[in-house]
Structure formats: C-alpha cells, structure tokens
C-alpha cells in the first residue's frame, strides 16, 4: 500500500496488514495503523523549515494518533536534546510536544542530515514514540546519503536486533 499527502508517505509490505488513518491536519502528515505482533500507528511527518506551525495543530495531530504510535520525520527543529549545538523556535515546538504529550525521543545524538553549502551536519529528522514502544525498538541512522541530503533513519523491533547478534552455538 502507498500512502501520500504533500511531501510524505508512506509504503508498505504486504507481508504485514495495514490500514490508513484519516488525519483531519492541514500539516504534511500521513498515518497507517500496521498489525506487526500488535497494532501500531505509523504516522510520517514533514514541517517545512519556513512554514509556520502553531502548537495547536501539532497537538492536534498527536491527539489523532492511536496509540501506541511512532511519529517520523523531518520536522526543521534544532535542539540540544537530539544532538543539534543550538535550539531554535522549532526545536522548542517538538520538545514542548513531546513534554506536553509524555512521549519518548528516540534520537541520540546522531546528525541526519548533511547541509551541503556549509559542510555542516545536523539532527532534523526524528522519531518519536508513544512510552510503551521505547524499550521495544531501537533507533539507528545510516552512514549512506544514497544521493540524498538527509541520512535514513531506520527503526527496527529490538529482539530482531538482540537476535541477530546472539552468539551461535
């Protein structure tokens, strides 16, 4: 299945059963409810960096969110707590959500995205999760830009990841 709305969207497997979530959100916001062991929301986002964002209208959308939800994306917003050197308006909008909200960061501190005028990296993209996902899943980011400005994110179950790396007997 393919999913779209402004500049994101969502594709995929049909190995797992999925099924679209209307986002009532003038924001580029799409989301699916997939049944992996249990039914989870998947919700991509893009905040254009010029674009003005009311607090309201991210509220809005978490509140469309079923839980338990992972929210992805690029969301434009500098802070410290995700590894960028300063916090600008934006950053403050997705920490105060976050707070507001009780959710989970699941960035470190690792950049996703390389400006290319300035040589400089740095922490765009996001995940953030619903507290019952967090110590269900990891969070990692590719070294490849595969011709891109922004690094992938990838978001894996963590027993996949414990179990690839047992020892064999």
Known sequence: MALSQGGVCIFTSNSYPSTPLVLHTNLQAVAIQVHVKTL??????????RD???QEELNSLVDQLLEPFIMLGDFNGHSILWGNEDTNSRGQQIEQLISDHC???MNSDEKTYFHAPTCTFHALDLA?????LLPLLTFTVGSDLYNSDHFPIFIAHADSVRMAHRPSI
């Open 103 to 105: 959710l989970c960061l």
């Open 52 to 54: 003005i964002i009311s």
């Open 40 to 49: 989870v929301t998947v919700c991509c986002v893009y905040l254009p960096p």
């Open 128 to 132: 953030i999760c619903s507290p019952a």
